[in-house]
């Protein structure tokens, strides 16, 4: 069971990035996926969620507008494409797989690092 995430990188201010994060072992579609970041010196943050059971999302006020969530079962990949990217959005962003967007998370990925010049 293995949990991936990748497209972070480097980009400025207003530019945009599309994060991954694809499954092995498991079906991404049986779980609600998460995004969630953290800054140096801060906590870890969630950042937006997808249901498994109808496909609702969730968004942090931080990034409303400006960031979506979306699911590929077919790749059993969910996305987060992040535009308006502002230097506030830098930090390493992991995805997170559980029962719901308010529960627990039971697999983790491996962090991908985003950074914004300004």
């Known amino acids: 069971v293995q949990l991936q995430a990748s497209g972070g990188g480097l980009v400025q201010f207003g530019g945009s990035l599309r994060l991954s994060c694809a499954a092995s072992?498991?079906?991404?579609?049986?779980?609600?996926i998460g995004w969630f970041r953290q800054a140096p010196g801060k906590e870890r943050e969630g950042v937006s969620c997808?249901?498994?059971?109808?496909?609702?999302?969730y968004y942090a006020d931080s990034v409303k507008g400006r960031f979506t969530i979306s699911r590929d079962n077919a790749k059993n990949t969910v996305y987060l494409q992040m535009n308006s990217l502002k230097p506030e959005d830098a930090a390493v962003y992991y995805c997170?797989?559980?029962?719901?967007?308010?529960?627990?998370?039971?697999?983790w990925g491996e962090g991908t690092q985003v950074t914004v010049s300004s």
């Open positions: 997808i249901r498994s059971s109808d496909g609702s999302t």
């Open positions: 997170g797989a559980g029962g719901g967007c308010s529960g627990s998370v039971i697999y």
């Open positions: 072992g498991f079906t991404l579609d049986d779980y609600a």
